[in-house]
């Protein structure tokens, strides 16, 4: 039997700027080593070099390792030069390409993703990921089998979690702050407590021990399970703070010494607000779900700063940092950049606890909730997501995106309010004069739109913001259930 004919990949798995599938189902071992052909095969064409060193890390699932061993033999048959630093997160892996000084990296990973999922973050230019245009480009050059070939070598970097370790682990901080790090078993497990307890931290830890059948919940900071256990942690050991990180370390959720949970787009707001003392006429970037505050907070604005709303999505908001030479960057799915002189440009969800716990270092004897306190209050829908199909959901946006111009053409008031703003570099997100706004965009990855809503004035308004964009939904007949309501 002809080899090719082995190979099994669901082409559904190539998507926006990483690659997920279920293993074996989706995509066997020898469609592994496929991608891997197809993504050295980039390598080498970008580069333009015969043997470009590619560093290759996976995370802890109890067949990473396997699917490793496959990406590496297709990345070899291309002549791609493999260095393996072995168990490591998502930002040691991209950490590793500045360090090593090599051409790429590929992290093997399904990052927060159930058990049975397998995936692989890519990346050439050194702090980004593939953007949408090269997944485009390795999907055709996969499904087209347009390889080239080559002969690679395979070496064994030892010692690379220390140098990580040792790396992060430089930030002091000067009063003691009792943090609990919560893991759900996964690979942050190994890295966390240590570099916590070494920036001068008390750390009690939650699920630290690795275990692949993460048997309470999956390593997901967005997960009510895991910030449940979380916040009963802090609250029994009477902590300053929790932090809870995903299973490829690259996230990191948040809550406060009472146990609740503090929305990512709030907490990079604290941050920003922290930077900008010693960092006057920065510019910060935060994904089109985030919270309207960026654009109106005294403190930002007092020292000059600049905010950027840019499509959600990790890859986009890591590009746009690096574009604009931001000093930092925020996603409200817990996904936090940091540019020199504090980061290296990537997500590192250890990096953004320490610059949290900075943060309340530098405010003692002020506790978390006192600096939420002080920021307005605001009132933000969560994150719906109605069923669109995905031969529809694009269509459906760019009806609302005409059909919000005409309104803000026209003058129509929502909600008594005009239209101040409109953006459309993701979806629609449109500002009234009050601040209050809305968003309607396609999901990246599911078969669905993306709503949100955030009032300044009340709970009462938000509702009718969703509700006006609720009622234009329905009139194209093309969204049905959603996920959940306010």
Same mark, same amino acid.
């Given at each position: 039997m002809n080899k090719s004919t082995l190979i099994h990949i669901n082409p559904l798995g190539f998507r926006e700027y990483d690659a997920r599938w279920l293993y074996p189902k989706d995509i066997n071992g020898e469609g592994i080593a496929s991608v891997g052909r197809g993504f050295g095969t980039q390598v080498k064409t970008k580069t333009r070099k015969e043997n470009p060193r590619v560093i290759?890390?996976?995370?802890?699932?109890?067949?990473?390792?396997?699917?490793?061993?496959?990406? @590496?033999?297709?990345?070899?048959?291309?002549? $791609? =030069?493999?260095e393996d630093i072995g168990l490591?997160?998502?930002?040691? +892996?991209?950490?590793?390409q500045f360090e090593l000084n090599a051409d790429s990296v590929a992290m093997v990973t399904a990052s927060h993703n159930e058990n049975g999922w397998t995936g692989i973050k890519m990346g050439i230019d050194k702090g980004l990921t593939h953007s949408s245009e090269e997944m485009k480009d390795l999907k055709e050059i996969v499904l087209n089998n347009n390889f080239v070939e080559g002969k690679g070598s395979y070496k064994k970097i030892h010692g690379f979690k220390e140098?990580?370790?040792?790396?992060?682990?430089?930030?002091?901080?000067?009063?003691?702050?009792?943090?609990?790090?919560? $893991?759900?078993?996964? +690979?942050?497990?190994?890295?966390?407590? +240590?570099?916590?307890?070494n920036i001068g931290c008390d750390v009690i830890e939650l699920d630290c021990n690795l275990d692949y059948n993460f048997p309470k919940y999956n390593p997901n900071p967005e997960d009510l399970k895991m910030l449940r256990a979380l916040s009963d942690c802090v609250?029994? =050991?009477?902590?300053?703070?929790?932090?809870?990180?995903?299973?490829?370390?690259?996230?990191?959720?948040?809550?406060?010494?009472?146990? =609740?949970?503090?929305?990512?787009?709030? @907490?990079?707001?604290?941050?920003?607000?922290?930077?900008?003392?010693?960092?006057?006429?920065?510019?910060?970037?935060?994904?089109?779900?985030?919270?309207?505050?960026?654009? +109106?907070?005294?403190?930002?604005?007092?020292?000059? $700063?600049?905010?950027?709303?840019?499509k959600t999505g990790h890859s986009y908001i890591?590009?746009?940092?690096?574009?604009?030479?931001?000093?930092?960057?925020?996603?409200?799915?817990g996904h936090f950049f940091f540019n020199r002189p504090i980061g290296l440009g990537y997500d590192d969800g250890i990096l953004s606890a320490i610059q949290v716990c900075k943060l309340l270092d530098k405010n003692q004897p002020k506790k978390i909730s006192d600096l939420m306190n002080e920021l307005p209050t605001t009132y933000q829908s969560p994150t719906m997501a109605p069923y669109c199909s995905d031969e529809e959901k694009y269509k459906v946006v760019g009806t609302m995106i005409k059909k919000f111009k005409e309104l803000f053409e026209r003058k129509t008031k929502i909600t008594d309010k005009f239209i101040s703003?409109?953006?459309?570099?993701?979806?629609?997100?449109?500002?009234?004069?009050?601040?209050s706004w809305g968003l309607i965009r396609a999901s990246s990855n599911k078969p669905s739109l993306v709503i949100v809503t955030e009032s300044v004035q009340s709970i009462v308004e938000m509702k009718a913001i969703f509700n006006f964009i609720d009622d234009l939904l329905k009139t194209t007949r093309k969204v049905g259930e959603y996920d959940q309501k306010i």
């Open positions: 290759v890390g996976h995370d802890y699932r109890s067949y990473s390792e396997e699917v490793k061993k496959k990406l @590496i033999e297709g990345l070899i048959s291309t002549g $791609c =030069n493999v490591s997160l998502s930002p040691m +892996t991209y950490f590793s140098i990580y370790i040792q790396h992060l682990s430089k930030e002091k901080i000067k009063n003691k702050i009792k943090v609990v790090v919560a $893991c759900g078993n996964g +690979t942050a497990g190994i890295f966390v407590p +240590t570099i916590i307890r609250k029994k =050991n009477q902590a300053n703070i929790g932090f809870a990180f995903d299973g490829d370390g690259d996230r990191v959720g948040v809550v406060d010494e009472n146990g =609740n949970e503090i929305f990512s787009d709030k @907490i990079g707001l604290l941050i920003a607000r922290n930077l900008s003392i010693e960092h006057k006429n920065s510019k910060f970037i935060v994904d089109v779900k985030s919270t309207g505050l960026f654009k +109106t907070d005294e403190v930002l604005i007092k020292n000059s $700063c600049k905010t950027i709303y840019w890591k590009r746009k940092v690096k574009e604009e030479k931001s000093l930092a960057g925020f996603e409200k799915s703003e409109i953006l459309t570099v993701n979806g629609i997100r449109f500002t009234l004069e009050d601040g």
